[in-house]
């Protein structure tokens, strides 16, 4: 399967403005969780643009696909999106975390157009994202549910209990995303808690993994078509991604799992990123 260069293009250019969003959201001198969110906005920026069914004029449409965020820490790119997509003003971004706004830390069902659960007790996700999958085939609908994992996740045992419920009930509508950036908030996966071979781990759960460049447009949307085909399995798809992407002084550097920009540091990423 091929894409036009206009529409890998532009996909391209939603990615890059969702990295911008981001930063504005975090502002100067207030601790932010850039590297997460930038290593997954290529892949937000596909499902959001490209391939999720969804209405910013009515966020609860029956017919929409459900996307849950399951390392709701990295919250400000789903915002990021959403704002993009039109379900709020932009300039609301820069108000992310303020007391009593409706942009908190982690994602909040009751308070923010878009999103499906609220998220950030990692591990939680993909239940929760199994639970809409199965309910979506008992009413016969032809939605998908997607769901997005962080790697430092994996070491989760929800995650895995919910792969194997996901591969019994052959759930062909959840597709789960793992942003295999190899670093957490306090180090290398490998060092911390090496949930490696991830491939591997999902084959012997009965998932149809696709493995992709997490930062390959085009290797993104065909992986999220690919998913479509599959009949039987719930398909996962593994993202090597880079922590940072795109900020010269953030990329695989730990301390931007959560990390604070300067004034100095702040212009910078604005101006890499335009």
Request: net charge negative; glycine share 10%; hydrophobic share 40%.
């Amino acid at each position: 399967m091929s894409y036009s260069k206009e529409l890998i293009t532009e996909l391209e250019k939603k990615a890059a403005a969702l990295r911008r969003n981001v930063i504005v959201s975090i502002g100067v001198g207030v601790a932010g969780h850039i590297g997460g969110s930038n290593s997954a906005a290529d892949i937000v920026a596909a499902l959001y643009f490209y391939k999720m069914k969804h209405d910013p004029k009515n966020p609860k449409w029956e017919d929409r696909d459900r996307f849950l965020l399951s390392k709701g820490h990295v919250a400000i790119l789903q915002y990021a999106a959403l704002a993009e997509s039109g379900y709020f003003p932009v300039e609301d971004l820069q108000h992310t975390k303020e007391i009593g706004f409706y942009l908190q830390g982690h994602p909040d069902v009751l308070k923010t157009p878009g999103i499906e659960a609220g998220t950030g007790s990692l591990g939680q996700g993909l239940s929760i994202g199994l639970g809409m999958a199965l309910g979506l085939k008992l009413d016969g609908k032809p939605q998908k549910v997607y769901v997005l994992c962080g790697d430092g996740e994996m070491a989760e045992g929800q995650i895995w209990e919910a792969a194997m419920a996901a591969s019994a009930f052959k759930t062909n509508n959840l597709i789960a995303i793992v942003d295999k950036n190899n670093l957490q908030a306090n180090g290398k996966i490998m060092d911390r808690f090496n949930t490696n071979p991830l491939k591997e781990k999902w084959i012997g759960f009965g998932w149809n993994v696709l493995e992709i460049d997490g930062h390959n447009m085009e290797e993104i949307v065909l992986a999220l078509d690919q998913a479509d085909e599959e009949k039987e399995r719930p398909t996962v798809i593994i993202a090597h991604t880079i922590k940072g992407k795109g900020l010269s002084f953030a990329e695989n550097v730990i301390s931007y799992h959560n990390g604070m920009l300067t004034e100095e540091t702040y212009h910078q990423a604005l101006s890499e990123l335009s």
